[in-house]
């Protein structure tokens, strides 16, 4: 049962673009979601967290969407920089349970 | 990666040995997470710790697989008799507060001949 669903395997924007990466989610418990961007052999570095409560989140050049009503929020980079490559993945917890429940990722490549 | 070290990198076990994997969590965090990633795939959770406690275990297999947080040292996850399915790439998280965000290491990458 794949409660948090990241649809696009791969991403390819052009550099200074808007870059944009969805995640769904059927479990309608879930109050916190997260961004975690991941590098090769590396592990999973946060980036952006919203809680169930907000719609919006911004920091620097991640802001971060929730529509509660259709279960879907969104990653947007702004503008896309080379260094932003990477594999996203979108996470959610519930607030009596903290584990993370995570999607399967998003390959971003960013092109000069 | 934000102060959780894991060791080793690399793991790599024959079928039907054991392997310990470490993880220190970041300086004055007591809350530690297990996740096992498979190729091409999100990851999964296995277990959740605090000092001395085992909070959640619900991702872990029933049989070989255990983990422990003491209350000094590192945490570990330890399996016995490997098997080939068991080789994947294994995170330990750490955090704070509630509600903070987790903070993962590298990871170990397990490889079973």
């Known amino acids: 049962d794949q409660q948090v669903k990241q649809n696009s395997p791969s991403l390819s924007v052009q550099e200074g673009r808007i870059s944009i990466l969805n995640c769904d989610y059927t479990n309608s418990m879930f109050d916190y979601f997260l961004w975690y961007k991941k590098y090769p052999a590396e592990g999973p570095t946060f980036l952006i967290s919203?809680?169930?409560?907000?719609d919006k989140n911004e920091d620097g050049r991640f802001t971060v969407f929730l529509n509660k009503s259709a279960k879907h929020l969104s990653l947007h980079i702004v503008p896309s920089q080379p260094g932003d490559s990477a594999v996203y993945f979108c996470?959610?917890?519930?607030?009596?349970?903290?584990?993370?429940?995570f999607g399967t990722g998003t390959r971003l490549q960013v092109t000069l | 990666n934000a102060g959780v070290m894991q060791n080793p990198r690399h793991l790599v076990r024959r079928r039907g040995q054991e392997a310990r994997l470490r993880c220190s969590p970041v300086k004055g965090h007591s809350h530690v997470y297990w996740y096992r990633q498979l190729p091409e795939e999100g990851l999964k959770f296995m277990v959740y710790l605090q000092k001395e406690n085992i909070i959640d275990e619900s991702g872990m297999p029933k049989e070989r697989f255990s983990a422990e947080f003491p209350k000094e040292g590192p945490s570990i996850l330890r399996i016995q008799q490997v098997v080939r399915g068991d080789s994947a790439a294994y995170f330990c998280?750490?955090?704070?507060?509630?509600?903070?965000?987790?903070?993962f290491g590298d990871g170990t990458r397990l490889s079973i001949l």
């Open positions: 919203i809680s169930s409560i907000k």
């Open positions: 998280a750490s955090r704070g507060q509630s509600n903070q965000p987790q903070h």
């Open positions: 996470a959610a917890f519930t607030g009596t349970a903290s584990k993370l429940t």
